[in-house]
C-alpha cells in the first residue's frame, strides 16, 4: 500500500520570503502522479500543483514549484514570494496512474505567513 | 458555477439520527468519491464510484450508504448516527485519463452529531 509522509505539522514564515513543504512516498508502482492540495480555513481543498512521475521536469505554477526526487520518493513544495493568502493546512497526495485509484494523503502541513 | 456542489454544507444532528448529504458535479466526470476528514484533519477515502457502479469501498460501517442515481450525483446516507462521525465529508470527482486523473473536491459537509 502506498504511504504519504509530511514530517512538518506546522510551519511558518515571514511575509515575502520562501518556504520549502516536505513530502515523502512510498510506492512500488513507477507510474504514478503527486499532488499538493491547499486547505484555507473555508475547508475547501483547492489544488495546487500537480506532478507527473514519468517527467523529469519539476512543476510549476507561478509562485509554487515542486522539487521532484523520483529515486528519493521525495516532492517538496517551495512557495516563493509568501502572501497571506497562503496561509493554510498542505496536503501531499498520492494516486496511481491507472484504473480509478483513490488519493493517498499525508497528514498535513499548517503554514501560517508572519506579516 | 460551482463545478463539484454538496449540500447541506453544515448539519448537526442527535445520535441516533439518519441523515443524508448529496452531491452533484457538472464537469462530465465519470468518477466520484466520498472522503472523510476527522477532526485531526486526517483525509480518507471512503468510497468511490465509476459510472455508477461502486468500484472503492474503504472498510467503512454499513450504516454508511452510497447511492449513485447516475454517473453526475454521488449521494451519502447514513443511519443511525454516533458521536465519532462528526467530520467533514467531501465529495470529489475525477475522468480516468483526463487533465493527470486530477480529482476536484466540492467544499465539504460539515457534520456535528449531538
Known amino acids: 500500500a502506498q504511504t504519504v509522509t509530511q514530517s512538518q505539522p506546522e510551519m511558518s514564515v515571514q511575509e515575502a520570503e520562501t518556504v520549502t513543504l516536505s513530502c515523502t512516498y512510498d510506492t512500488s508502482e513507477s507510474d504514478y502522479y503527486l499532488f499538493w492540495y491547499k486547505q484555507p480555513p473555508s475547508r475547501q481543498m483547492i489544488l495546487v500543483i500537480r506532478?507527473?512521475?514519468?517527467?523529469?521536469q519539476n512543476a510549476t505554477e507561478n509562485r509554487f514549484s515542486v522539487n521532484f526526487q523520483k529515486a528519493a520518493k521525495s516532492f517538496s513544495l517551495k512557495i516563493s514570494d509568501s502572501q497571506l493568502g497562503d496561509a493554510a493546512m498542505y496536503f501531499c497526495?498520492?494516486?496511481?496512474?491507472?484504473?480509478?485509484?483513490?488519493?493517498?494523503f499525508g497528514t498535513g502541513t499548517r503554514l501560517t505567513i508572519i506579516p | 458555477d460551482t463545478a463539484v456542489s454538496q449540500t447541506p454544507k453544515y448539519l448537526v444532528t442527535q445520535m441516533g439520527n439518519d441523515k443524508s448529504i448529496k452531491c452533484e458535479q457538472n464537469?462530465?466526470?465519470?468518477?466520484m468519491y466520498w472522503y472523510k476528514q476527522d477532526s485531526k484533519k486526517f483525509l480518507k477515502i471512503m468510497f468511490s464510484y465509476n459510472n455508477k457502479e461502486l468500484i472503492i469501498n474503504e472498510t467503512v460501517p454499513n450504516r454508511f450508504s452510497p447511492k449513485s442515481p447516475d454517473k453526475a450525483h454521488l449521494n451519502l446516507h447514513i443511519n443511525s448516527l454516533e458521536l465519532g462521525d462528526s467530520a467533514v465529508y467531501f465529495c470529489?470527482?475525477?475522468?480516468?485519463?483526463?487533465?493527470?486523473?486530477?480529482?476536484?473536491f466540492g467544499e465539504g459537509s460539515w457534520l456535528t452529531v449531538v
Open positions: 497526495a498520492y494516486r496511481n496512474n491507472f484504473g480509478n485509484e483513490k488519493l493517498t
Open positions: 470529489a470527482s475525477s475522468q480516468r485519463g483526463s487533465s493527470g486523473n486530477t480529482i476536484y
Open positions: 506532478q507527473e512521475a514519468y517527467k523529469q
Open positions: 464537469l462530465g466526470h465519470d468518477t
